[in-house]
């Protein structure tokens, strides 16, 4: 069914401003924002994550407690205050919020030290995505704890993982470095045996007493729990201490015999320590990609539900919170249950306000957000995506490719990369996960007479394939099974498996169809049907990660064809969107998700959205760059060095490095500028480290290959010297300046798109002004907001604004202007129609505009598209009114001949019957905003 457009409020969401939170930027930070916030024509404070957090967290996803506010954020009182400040000036908050998973190792998540401590007996052992039983049996009813920074026998050896003692509580466990690991209550006694102290004897046989069936585990935790209190009380007298003390002796590590004693109460653990290396091939607890500090909630689970929720639904029953952003909902068992869940929740804790839900999801360009969710639609990467894609010349696409294939011998198509990818990630990264999915599926397989000798190998090697030729995140299959949409997805990957997997194993590809969802589950035995929707959950919960981690985080960084393709939410094979894709996505969006989120920058993306608008220009200008960087390298081919390995840098990463200082090259930084040119070197050498890194190629995360890394950055600053013959520092300034007004007119449009088609406006923190970022942590740097509320107080028309556009307050004066028209037609824009407008005459090409529109009202928006060429070398993104002679918007009948003005500048713009002259519209900004006068 189709989302009804909702009101969460007397005026609903109507635009969002998303803030980034951590202990150097505070809730009782943004207090003094909220007026300038208000006055900017936002709604909602769109806030990152906010409960507890891992210590230093920059981010906020790395929760380790769900009914906390984050004290580094200022706690609860802090978030009182934020809160009634919203209030005063009549803004909502929207909170995100992680279900997906926690923050573990460390010594802060209570209940992964419980699970530590307790194993399968602990109350949260089912909390956490573990496999107890996995196909390694030495790791039977225990987890592996992969966070040592060596080999286990190395870290043991060490000296640096001890035995402890924490007398407050009466506990015992292993330090390592921060990470904490409980010791078991019932292996007490092997630790007080060694005390010498008759007293301490007497808690060791108690200890050792300690129940250990799990129909005891209430009765043992309180029994545990009065032993340690009675052992800390003994632990405060001197013989106590004493004895402590001597007990601990016995377990030092830094002597041959404390070292085996410590080994063997070790190995009597829940866990089983191991080097962070062996997370990649034997970890048997799902990860948040393959990042072993982040575990996954099992939150399917009623009581995981509840447990990770209270807070949050408390805090929207109050009022405090008005909607909510959900995380990798991809990652979770069953997202459609879970956000239909949710939905339920806040409509009963907070009757006739209905809830509003964004959940974070990558879309295929094919690909559609299930209308079933209950939810206001995506985070907004798909607009994002559209947004940018219509601002790219598909003229561009074929001479771009070819100057990349050329000059690197990389893959010319991203879907051949993008496969290569999958195969090393799968591999390397995410081994395990693998190998645990294939195990899931041969736990099937052996239920059935027909299917048990088809070995785990056999359905890994199958298993492989499939996900390699997967084209989206996941399929959603259920307990009724898979739907139209679904079958139509795996039957294409399924058709990719077939031409690479080995001829034995195409029988497999017909099993796993039918263990997929053809076969409903619920058509089965309560046994195999419990096993298959398993397996089918293990494989969606691994395809995830697989495509995120090979695409977004590996291939992006390997195909630099043109980077403002490679976002988050782009497929950077499409290299172009028509207008007419541009407008149909819109349609649907009004359609089925009106609320849904628009955004343009995110703390998520690759690169600034004024970055992606200038770097767009070069699909135009495509002859122009490929002779530019044909000569830099030719210029730049002597300061490569030679490593046993290649050239350094690789021709991929000089391609990239070319675009990023390009496109990236700050708008008020001239070349002699020593002190400015050092600052932004310094943040295109941390770009380049992590580009290199993320590739995977010649250096990673995992293993550094600093020889590399250094020779490329000492590349960045041979090149860029200033005393250089070549001048390339001047070139790079130069060509950075020749695109720049298109660029920004490129960067106008993509802002009035943003807050003027079907769907909620969201900023990026303090992206009103000019976005040249970089990937993070560069696009969470400080914001000048200061600055941006002097600008925003001077209230100047954009339009006056033109001529120091450099500035950035005139992208700040549209989006304003644009919100404040949104403000006072909220219907029209929440509820109105969406209609393309057809443009006539040789300019046609360049421009873009559509039509929202109900009853009386209407209001249109019109941006130039594709400037460069036609801007040429002006210094300013606006086109001479006589370029435009002959070029005309043509009104649908019910609009002819109404009298427009301009929302932006305030003119008047008669229409002429059905047409307006484009050269009329732009004539004083590359975009108009008309509402009918």
């Known amino acids: 069914m189709a989302n009804p457009a909702r009101d969460t409020g007397p005026q609903g969401p109507r635009a969002t401003a998303r803030l980034q939170f951590h202990a150097g930027f505070t809730l009782d930070d943004a207090v003094p924002l909220v007026p300038y916030l208000a006055r900017l024509g936002v709604s909602h404070l769109y806030a990152s ?58 010594s802060d998540n209570a209940w992964w030290l419980d699970v530590l401590e307790w194993g399968r007996q602990s109350p949260y052992a089912t909390f956490f995505d573990i496999d107890w039983d996995p196909p390694d049996r030495t790791l039977s009813g225990r987890m592996l704890a992969p966070f040592l920074g060596a080999p286990y026998g190395e870290a043991l050896a060490s000296g640096d993982l ?36 008759p007293q301490l004897a007497d808690f060791a046989l108690e200890f050792g007493r300690v129940g250990l069936q799990q129909r005891e585990r209430a009765q043992a935790r309180e029994q545990a729990a009065a032993l340690r209190g009675a052992l800390s009380a003994r632990a405060e007298t001197e013989a106590g201490a004493t004895g402590i003390a001597t007990a601990l002796a016995a377990f030092d590590p830094r002597d ?20 962070w290396r062996a997370a990649a091939d034997e970890i048997n607890w799902r990860r948040f990609f393959d990042i072993t500090s982040l575990a996954g909630m099992r939150v399917e689970l009623p009581e995981v539900f509840d447990a990770t929720h209270e807070l949050i639904l408390k ?77 790219h010349d598909p003229e561009g696409e074929a001479p771009l490719t070819t100057l990349w294939t050329e000059s690197t011998g990389r893959p010319g198509a991203f879907d051949e990369e993008a496969r290569l990818a999958k195969r090393q990630i799968l591999r390397d990264n995410l081994a395990s996960e693998l190998n645990g999915t294939a195990a899931a599926l041969k736990r099937v397989a052996m239920r059935d007479l027909t299917t048990r000798d088809f070995t785990l190998t056999g359905l890994r090697r199958a298993l492989t394939e499939v996900l390699v030729h997967f084209p989206v995140y996941r399929l959603y299959i259920t307990q009724g099974g898979r739907s139209a949409e679904d079958k139509r997805i795996l039957d294409w990957a399924l058709a990719g498996a077939r031409r690479t997997v080995r001829a034995t194993d195409r029988p497999l590809l017909e099993l796993l169809d039918s263990w997929l969802g053809g076969e409903p589950p619920r058509s089965l035995p309560p046994v195999q049907r419990r096993e298959r929707l398993a397996a089918a959950v ?134 002699g500028d020593e002190a400015g040119v050092g600052a932004f070197l310094e943040r295109v050498a941390a770009w380049q480290e992590k580009a290199l890194r993320e590739a995977k190629r010649r250096t990673e995360w995992a293993v550094p290959n600093l020889d590399y890394e250094a020779a490329c950055q000492e590349f960045i600053t041979a090149i860029m010297a200033p005393e250089r013959a070549s001048h390339m ?13 298109a660029g920004a007119a490129n960067g106008l449009a993509q802002a009035l798109l943003r807050c003027t088609a079907p769907g909620v406006p969201d900023l990026y923190q303090g992206t009103e002004f000019w976005d040249l970022s970089l990937v993070d942590p560069d696009n969470r740097r400080p914001v000048d907001w200061e600055g941006r509320r002097v600008a925003l107080e001077a209230a100047a028309p954009p339009d006056a604004l033109l001529e120091t556009w450099r500035d950035g307050r005139v992208k700040q004066a549209v989006i304003a202007r644009a919100l404040a028209l949104r403000g006072a037609h909220a219907a029209l824009f929440a509820t ?10 040789p300019m046609a090409q360049h421009v873009l505009a559509f039509l929202r529109s109900r009853q009386d009202k209407a209001v249109l928006t019109v941006v130039m598209r594709l400037p460069g060429r036609p801007l040429g070398d002006s210094a300013l993104p606006l086109l001479p009114a006589a370029e435009w002679r002959g070029t005309d918007l043509l009104l649908p009948p019910s609009w002819h001949a109404r009298h427009w003005r301009d929302a932006l500048t305030g003119e008047g713009q008669p229409a002429r019957g059905d047409r307006l002259p484009v050269g009329q519209v732009l004539a004083r900004l590359p975009v108009a905003l008309l509402e009918v006068g």
């Open 162 to 197: 001890t035995l402890q003692f924490d007398r407050a509580e009466g506990r015992f466990h292993a330090q390592y470095f921060e990470h904490r690991f409980p010791i078991a209550p019932q292996h007490y006694h092997h630790i007080l045996q060694a005390a010498g102290d």
């Open 256 to 275: 041959e015999k404390g070292r085996q004693s410590l080994h063997r109460l070790l190995e009597r653990q829940h866990y089983r320590l191991a080097w």
């Open 729 to 741: 520092r001047e070139e790079i300034a130069g060509f950075a300046a020749r695109i720049a007004p």
């Open 538 to 671: 293990r494989v969606q919960q691994l395809s995830a990660p697989v495509t995120a981690k090979s695409i977004e985080d590996t291939a992006f960084y390997r195909y630099g064809r043109l980077l403002s393709r490679n976002e988050v939410g782009s497929d950077p094979g499409r290299f172009a969107v028509t207008p007419a894709g541009f407008h149909a996505s819109a349609r649907a969006r009004a359609r089925h998700f009106p609320r849904a989120l628009l955004a343009t920058a995110t703390h998520d993306h690759k690169r600034g959205e004024d970055v992606r608008a200038r770097l767009a220009v070069l699909s135009e200008l495509h002859e122009e760059w490929g002779a530019a960087v044909r000569r830099w390298s030719r210029l730049n081919a002597s300061l490569r060095k030679e490593l046993p390995d290649g050239a350094a840098p690789g021709m991929s990463a000089q391609l990239m490095l070319y675009q990023t200082l390009v496109g990236a090259w700050p708008l008020d930084l001239a070349p």
């Open 315 to 391: 805090l929207y029953a109050e009022g405090a919170v008005d909607g909510l952003r959900i995380d990798h909902v991809d990652g979770l068992a069953d997202p459609r249950g879970y956000c239909r869940k949710l939905h339920r929740r806040m409509q009963a804790v907070r009757p006739g306000h209905p809830p509003l839900i964004w959940v974070e999801k990558i879309l295929a360009p094919f690909e559609a957000l299930r209308t079933d969710w209950m939810v206001d639609g995506t985070t907004g990467y798909d607009f994002m995506d559209e947004a940018a894609g219509v601002l």
């Open 832 to 841: 109105g129609d969406y209609q393309p407008l057809a443009v006539e005459g």
């Open 49 to 106: 994550p906010i409960l507890k957090a891992r210590p230093g967290s920059t981010h906020g996803y790395d929760i380790v407690d769900h009914n906390q506010i984050n004290p580094e954020l200022g706690g609860e009182p802090a978030f009182r205050r934020l809160s009634a400040a919203l209030k005063a000036h009549g803004l909502g908050l929207v909170i995100d919020i992680v279900p997906n998973h926690m923050g573990v190792g460390g």
